[in-house]
């Protein structure tokens, strides 16, 4: 009985060595230090967003503050991951004084306590910042929940059809091509397919994509059969709309035209890239996102070097021409990141001024140089939309008709039992089936059938 | 009699145990507790069930009992710890050192070294070069087979991480066995041979009986630690749609993917259970074997 003791007196003096050498010396004016998070890494996720912060915002900061150090705190996994590791930092009262978050966050971070509103954090010195009148109210709500404002969105995004030129060429399809109707997307995917494409469609579904499956795919086309995910105090269940979605996710699933086991694999969503990008996706639904961070030539996850002639974009088309929400020929989905303050930073005041540099109008046009996007200030915007085709696509005809997810602590759920519902379809269940099962989850999950349409 | 053999006394005794109870106490029974109440609630990762847990009483239980997800995750937990650990590591790993009980030189410590060489390893090292392994689109596998396109990890998602844990784990029941076996007197197995016992025949009747307590306890050990294992996540991620979602990995998935610590921390709990009965189902063989021994043996 000698021997199991040991372990645990070396555990003890371990401990022991470890409490006499803690953060003992007081910490002076010049030893503060900020830290941002973000799930980007240089060479790998949202690499541009990662080089800005090291060799704009960083330096930047630092020569007006010489006696503040700031530290960027880098990630490259997938957003369920990301979101994870930001939870448990927050709920142990620690992490990043500046940390990113998808929008869609917010309102379930808001509601453990895990960020305050920016007043709260900021102090007075937030209310008088000059960005605010520069940004639209529908992009601020990205980081407002409960009528109050949590974080400051960094900007946003649309959601379109992404096809391979070359291969459309290859398959007599014209360019640029539009289609109309849901029909018309599988017309062209049987011709590619004629034309030895070996995956000519894809869109994502299945629980391995994560939020991807749901936002490049289940509620685009849901907003293009008519119906939003969240309206008037309701969730959508198992509607027409619903089941019109599971069925063209049947269709694309079982006719060959789209892969099943890229969807179920760990790395889906990646690998659907580097294909794309490798000629052997015909179409891809994605964000703009794709266009400026996946297939950009130079600092792309999957680079393009032809993007700009290979690459064309069209609008996600109702199911029937006028057929989707308010009445439109065509649907999208918009969101975007913010960035919040922790709460429980060690010096919040000087957090906020580095938050606010971080939103000005000068680096925001720094990181518009890196990359094309929709920024969230207005005076910025007006200077570069004209630099780059797809931003200016995105701006001028997807922004109008988008829709936003709901800003509802319960949505993440109600994304997960989407994602199932189209596993269901990828592995053979009939879109009944798939919505029946969705259904029965949807009501457990937000109190009730009285919450749900369908 | 005097039970005092150190002659501390009982207050210094108790002063020499009581660091070391103080830390069961802080990181083993505490954590235990703290599991146990967790379960009874509906605490969630984040939302105002973070802020503000209720207790649920049995719920969590009951609704994990009755989730086919649960039960699917339970019997693939069993086929994976039968497979890898009981057929596959202890199987292969008393073949190995059966074969090498005799030899010496350069092959036996080629052998020794390769198969040691994969349990050192750091397990994410390891998954990934299993994952670029069994990789569907430039996989070295489907290279070597010419079977483009051969999705391993998709269409045999269990048999995969099985293999893969029978890979990574035989070192250790190799080598406990090869100590085993040097027990086992030379001159016994001289003897059943001449008596024209066949290796079957010499394995059941002179080995078996010889190193059984050693079996056992390898047996204990492994299975406790496939059923906690967690390195197959890195290969599949419990996918595709759940199919190789072991009760570690379902663990992880409900409660910090899911965020439902709450119930996470119940299906923990059943896993802590669960991982009693194997261990007490174990020690009452082992107890058994080595009092019907003692008894049967003549007093020395």
Known sequence: ?454 | MNTDAAGLGRARAVGFVLPALVLIGVFLVFPALWTIYLGLTDYRLTGLAAADPQLVGLDNYTTTLTDPRFLSSLWLTVVYVGGSAVLGQAGLGFTLAWLLRTRHGPLRRAVEGVVLLSWILPSTVVGFLWFALLDRDDGTLNALLRTPGMGWLLDYPLASIIVFNVWRGTAFSMMLYAAALENVPPSHLETARLAGASVPQQLRDVVLPLIRRHVLTNLLLISLWTFNDFTPFVLTGGGPEGRSEILPVYVYNIALKGGELGVGAAVSFLILLINLLFALAYLRLLRGRGRRRAAGRPPA
């Open chain 1, 1 to 454: 009985m000698r021997l199991p003791s040991r372990p645990a007196v070396i555990a003890a003096l371990a401990i022991v060595a470890l409490c006499s050498c803690g953060p003992g010396a007081p910490a002076g004016r010049e030893d503060v230090t900020l830290v941002i998070a973000a799930n980007s890494i240089s060479g790998g996720k949202n690499s541009e967003s990662a080089d800005w912060i090291k060799r704009w915002v960083i330096p930047g900061f630092e020569q007006t503050h010489h006696d503040v150090k700031v530290l960027f705190q880098p990630s490259g996994v997938d957003d369920e991951q990301y979101k994870t590791k930001i939870a448990l930092d927050l709920k142990a009262k620690a992490g990043a004084d500046i940390i990113d978050l998808d929008g869609i966050w917010v309102g379930e971070f808001a509601q453990a306590g895990y960020i305050k509103p920016l007043t709260d954090v900021g102090g007075p010195a937030v209310g008088s910042w000059e960005g605010w009148s520069q940004i639209p109210q529908a992009v601020q709500g990205l980081g407002v929940f409960d009528g109050k404002k949590y974080g400051l969105p960094q900007g946003t995004d649309g959601r379109v059809l992404f096809y391979n030129k070359t291969l459309f060429k290859k398959a007599g399809l014209p360019d640029p091509w539009q289609p109309t109707n849901w029909e018309d997307i599988l017309t062209a995917g049987a011709r590619l397919k004629a034309a030895g494409v070996p995956t000519p469609i894809q869109i994502n579904a299945g629980t391995a994509m994560g939020e991807a499956t749901t936002m490049q795919g289940v509620l685009p086309l849901l907003a293009a059969a008519g119906s939003e995910i969240y309206a008037d105090g309701k969730w959508t269940g198992a509607t027409r709309a619903m089941k019109d979605v599971l069925g063209f996710y049947q269709r694309l699933y079982t006719s060959g035209l789209s892969d099943p086991k890229l969807q179920q694999e760990a790395k889906g969503r990646d690998k659907s890239f580097t294909q794309f990008a490798a000629g052997k996706i015909g179409i891809l639904a994605e964000s703009d996102y794709f266009w400026r961070s996946v297939i950009e030539p130079k600092a792309g996850v999957a680079p393009m070097a032809d993007r700009d002639s290979a690459v064309g974009f069209a609008e996600i088309p109702a199911k029937n021409p006028g057929g989707a929400i308010r009445g439109q020929d065509f649907a999208s989905m918009s969101g975007g990141a913010v960035r919040v303050l922790n709460p429980f930073s060690k010096n919040p005041k000087l957090a906020w001024e580095l938050l606010a540099f971080m939103h000005s109008a000068a680096a925001t046009k720094a990181q518009l140089a890196g990359q094309a996007r929709i920024s969230s200030r207005g005076d910025v915007n007006s200077e570069v939309l004209t630099a780059d085709p797809m931003l200016k696509y995105i701006a001028d005809k997807v922004l109008p008709i988008t829709a936003y997810r709901p800003g509802l602590a319960v949505y993440p759920q109600v994304s997960v039992a989407l994602q199932e519902a189209t596993a269901a379809i990828v592995s053979g269940k009939s879109p009944d089936e798939a919505a029946a099962t969705y259904q029965t989850k949807l009501e457990s999950l937000v109190g009730g059938a009285d919450h749900v349409v369908g």
